[in-house]
């Protein structure tokens, strides 16, 4: 029963970290790609305030699912520290690290576009304000919103260029799946840098650049739905990492 269980452990983990990943990828498109990308009229604080006030169900739905998908990120974090701590514990606990602060700021960053909804409500306090003061309050709210994602996503990039380093040295997980996670992760300080340092390139790059890494993202979480791990390499690689430590503590 040990023995089976020590078997059947990490495919279950690689496969309901496949199914995870996978409900990130899709609330992360539905909340960015078709709710926000419908509503946000770059430049135009009237014309956006306008959309949002018409699809505030849309909206709050859009920033729901986001939360939901942080959760499943941070289950995601633990599951590929125990996938791929065999390789190296240190390393795996980095990219946990970095993935966590990713979360962290990202979370947080989702409070802006709540915060987007105050000043386009019907409070009375809000008649103290112009109608265009209200709607440009709201579009800055959106572009602090924008700023902060961009920010988290320089910690995740780190996290992908070590978790893709790690699955290139596995042995129980495709070489090119870490190249392609190494791609993914460059792609995202890429673009999180030219956001920061020079916004109008950043506009231009962000289409481009993310291809790649919906290309790393994608196959990772594909593969580990229907692939998983080779298990018999990852209890040989975690069996040896088991013994190396063992000796070390009778030599200590």
């Known amino acids: 029963m040990v023995d089976h269980n020590l078997e059947t452990a990490p495919q279950v983990y690689a496969r309901l970290g496949g199914v995870l990943y996978l409900i990130i990828i899709v609330a992360g498109l539905f909340g ?22 018409i ?17 499943c990120a941070v289950a995601l974090t633990l599951i590929f520290f125990v996938l791929l701590r065999p390789v190296s514990r240190n390393l795996a606990l980095l990219a946990a690290f970095f993935d966590l602060v ?27 304000f112009e109608p265009e003061q209200l709607d440009a309050l709201a579009y800055l709210s ?5 700023y902060e994602f961009g920010i988290s996503l320089i910690f995740f990039g780190c996290a992908c260029l070590v978790i893709g380093y790690l699955i290139f040295r596995s042995g129980y997980l495709p070489r090119f799946l870490g190249v392609l996670m190494q791609i993914a992760g460059l792609s995202y300080l890429t673009n999180s840098f030219a956001l920061v340092l020079a916004p109008k390139i950043a506009d231009l790059l962000f289409p481009v650049v993310l291809v790649p890494a919906f290309i790393g993202e ?35």
Do not use: M
């Open 32 to 53: 960015e790609a078709f709710v926000r990308d419908g509503l946000i009229v770059s430049g135009d604080a009237t014309a956006t305030a306008a959309n949002i006030r």
């Open 55 to 71: 699809s505030e169900l849309p909206w709050r739905v859009g920033i729901a699912g986001n939360l939901i998908h942080l959760a």
């Open 102 to 128: 990713s979360i962290t700021i990202e979370a947080s960053s989702k409070q802006h576009l709540v915060a987007a909804l105050f000043p386009l409500g019907k409070a009375g306090y809000l008649k103290a």
């Open 142 to 146: 959106i572009k602090s919103h924008a």
């Open 218 to 252: 994608a196959s990772l979480c594909l593969w580990l739905i229907t692939k998983g791990v080779n298990v018999e390499k990852w209890n040989l690689r975690a069996g040896w990492n088991s013994v190396g430590n063992t000796r070390a503590g009778v030599r200590g």
